[in-house]
């Protein structure tokens, strides 16, 4: 009969034999669960740390979930005959209860944990939907084909003791691969942000892209709506109030798309935006005024007018009662008429151009209306994030709305895989600028909350997330990913894919460790209370 060393060393063996690279320090015999505390504490890039538990017969598995004040623990029963595995144990609601995963399954879960702990922390506002430890690689590049806003997918890889990041590169059919080792040895975040940075093509733009986003809900309600196109034969300088009892008196006229339309809908729309036709005489000044109340520091501008391929300007008809005619604006001109209305040097200003070509995803970009744009605003020390679409958009009136919110759509506005964003940011002390362009192909809405953007994901979720309480309600919920932690723990191995063959090794995952139904139940261990961080 072995002892306790010996079961120690041999279970030792086991998850080295699972993750080869695992440093020696994670197994502590001596440890109590204070020292395994304070020793994943000093080293967060640790996944867990084996040591002696409190319990007689038992070892113990002490880790940290990445929000987690309190370390969990799974208790490991060494076998007491030859004929015995080691099983496993964890706290519930009414007590202790077996827990009925292989050791492989347990530390693939606790690594994969830590590996993206670690991607979080350099991209903080990624979605948790790029983590996916049970998909195989035809499953992650089907995933990441029907959800183009995803950049990649972490996943189990088929060779044993790595992670594998997949993704598509602009000119790669199948998927690119990168292997990630399950044990990142106190080097996680500088060899994961290495990795996103050398072979994701849009990683910085995804990861600016999130950012915006985050910022963009606690923007404030600053909001105007610039049209070069006259509404009808008003010279419009509406506030948000008149822009309402516009629409009410003229319902059926502005429903359908038409001159001004587009802009009058997306100022309804937002609800707190005046609209104001970009004019160089006759209601200049009291446009101005108007604008004034609402242009500011990361508010948001809608400007609305024609365009094509190659332009220099944004035309509009000027319309009045005695002629009509077509007028350009360029971007000197826009932006001297948003600094009129207060905008200053230091600031930042989201725009979105309402204008058909606004961007360009081919040849020569910084010749598009968009960068031209972002140049001159530039000069005058203002930063922006213009939305601007490389293909034609889709005028639309106030019939556009729906729900009190507008859907930009193949139909309405801009395509989502149109939409461009180029992100300028201004240095203080030099004046100088740099642009990056990015394409995140979600849909815009336009709501009294100002612009909302939707992945395609989180609409495939929502629609599986109703049908499925239709068919059971105790099925879980939308795609793969909106898995429990234990859900995903419990995952068995992924599928082998003959196509990854070429980039790294099959490995057979190992039998799952056979319970003893007879075993005596442990009793309530101070190993499996929790304890604050």
């Given at each position: 009969?072995?002892?306790?060393?010996?079961?120690?060393?041999?279970?030792?063996?086991?998850?080295?034999?699972?993750?080869?690279?695992?440093?020696?320090?994670?197994?502590?015999?001596?440890?109590?669960?204070?020292?395994?505390?304070?020793?994943?504490?000093?080293?967060?890039?640790?996944?867990?740390?084996?040591?002696?538990?409190?319990?007689?017969?038992?070892?113990?598995?002490?880790?940290?979930?990445?929000?987690?004040?309190?370390?969990?623990?799974?208790?490991?029963?060494?076998?007491?005959?030859?004929?015995?595995?080691?099983?496993?144990?964890?706290?519930?609601?009414?007590?202790?209860?077996?827990?009925?995963?292989?050791?492989?399954?347990?530390?693939?879960?606790?690594?994969?944990?830590?590996?993206?702990?670690?991607?979080?922390?350099?991209?903080?506002?990624?979605?948790?939907?790029?983590?996916?430890?049970?998909?195989?690689?035809?499953?992650?590049?089907?995933?990441?084909?029907?959800?183009?806003?995803?950049?990649?997918?972490?996943?189990?890889?088929?060779?044993?003791?790595?992670?594998?990041?997949?993704y598509f590169s602009s000119d790669s059919t199948p998927s690119k691969n990168v292997l990630i080792p399950y044990s990142l040895k106190g080097r996680g975040n500088h060899f994961l942000e290495k990795v996103l940075k050398d072979h994701l093509p849009n990683f910085v733009g995804y990861q600016r892209w999130e950012q915006f986003k985050k910022d963009n809900e606690s923007a404030p309600d600053l909001r105007a709506v610039l049209s070069l196109q006259s509404l009808d034969m008003e010279k419009a300088a509406f506030t948000p109030d008149q822009v309402e009892s516009y629409i009410e008196t003229n319902a059926e006229n502005v429903t359908n798309p038409g001159d001004g339309h587009t802009g009058l809908a997306i100022a309804s729309a937002l609800q707190t935006a005046p609209f104001v036709v970009v004019r160089s005489q006759g209601n200049r000044t009291e446009a101005s005024r108007v604008l004034s109340r609402h242009i500011g520091n990361n508010g948001l501008l809608v400007i609305t007018g024609h365009s094509s391929p190659d332009t220099e300007e944004?035309?509009?008809?000027?319309?009045?009662?005695?002629?009509?005619?077509?007028?350009?604006?360029?971007?000197?001109?826009?932006?001297?008429?948003?600094?009129?209305?207060?905008?200053?040097?230091?600031?930042?200003?989201?725009?979105?151009?309402?204008?058909?070509?606004?961007?360009?995803?081919?040849?020569?970009?910084?010749?598009?209306?968009?960068?031209?744009?972002?140049?001159?605003?530039?000069?005058?020390?203002?930063?922006?994030?213009?939305?601007?679409?490389?293909?034609?958009?889709?005028?639309?009136?106030?019939?556009?709305?729906?729900?009190?919110?507008?859907?930009?759509?193949?139909?309405?506005?801009?395509?989502?895989?149109?939409?461009?964003?180029?992100?300028?940011?201004?240095?203080?002390?030099?004046?100088?600028?740099?642009?990056?362009?990015y394409k995140p192909n979600e849909a815009i809405q336009v709501t009294a909350n100002g612009l909302v953007f939707r992945s395609p994901v989180v609409q495939i979720k929502s629609q599986q997330a109703s049908e499925t309480v239709t068919i059971n309600k105790q099925a879980s919920t939308g795609s793969p990913s909106s898995q429990t932690q234990s859900q995903v723990a419990a995952a068995s191995a992924p599928v082998k894919n003959s196509t990854e063959q070429e980039q790294v090794r099959f490995f057979t995952p190992k039998k799952s460790a056979q319970t003893d139904e007879n075993s005596p139940t442990p009793s309530a261990d101070p190993d499996l209370t929790n304890t604050k961080r």
């Open positions: 009969m072995r002892d306790k060393t010996e079961h120690f060393n041999g279970l030792k063996t086991k998850i080295k034999g699972i993750v080869p690279k695992i440093p020696d320090a994670v197994f502590q015999e001596g440890f109590d669960r204070s020292k395994a505390e304070k020793y994943l504490k000093k080293h967060p890039d640790t996944p867990f740390v084996l040591r002696e538990s409190a319990q007689e017969g038992y070892f113990c598995i002490t880790y940290f979930f990445s929000n987690s004040k309190a370390s969990s623990n799974v208790l490991v029963k060494y076998p007491t005959s030859d004929q015995e595995e080691f099983t496993f144990w964890e706290q519930s609601q009414t007590g202790m209860r077996q827990i009925n995963k292989s050791l492989e399954v347990i530390v693939q879960a606790r690594c994969f944990e830590k590996v993206k702990e670690n991607l979080l922390r350099i991209i903080p506002e990624a979605s948790g939907e790029v983590f996916h430890l049970d998909y195989d690689r035809t499953t992650a590049e089907k995933f990441l084909t029907d959800n183009p806003s995803i950049p990649f997918v972490v996943r189990q890889a088929s060779q044993q003791g790595y992670f594998c990041l997949t944004i035309s509009g008809n000027y319309v009045t009662d005695e002629f009509s005619e077509q007028i350009s604006r360029g971007p000197a001109e826009i932006v001297s008429f948003a600094k009129e209305a207060g905008l200053k040097k230091g600031s930042h200003i989201t725009i979105v151009l309402s204008i058909c070509y606004g961007a360009k995803s081919e040849g020569s970009t910084d010749s598009s209306f968009a960068h031209k744009l972002a140049k001159e605003f530039a000069k005058s020390g203002i930063s922006t994030t213009i939305i601007a679409s490389d293909k034609a958009v889709m005028r639309f009136g106030t019939g556009a709305i729906r729900e009190q919110q507008i859907e930009f759509s193949n139909k309405v506005g801009m395509d989502p895989d149109s939409v461009n964003v180029l992100f300028t940011d201004v240095d203080p002390t030099t004046s100088k600028s740099t642009t990056l362009v």
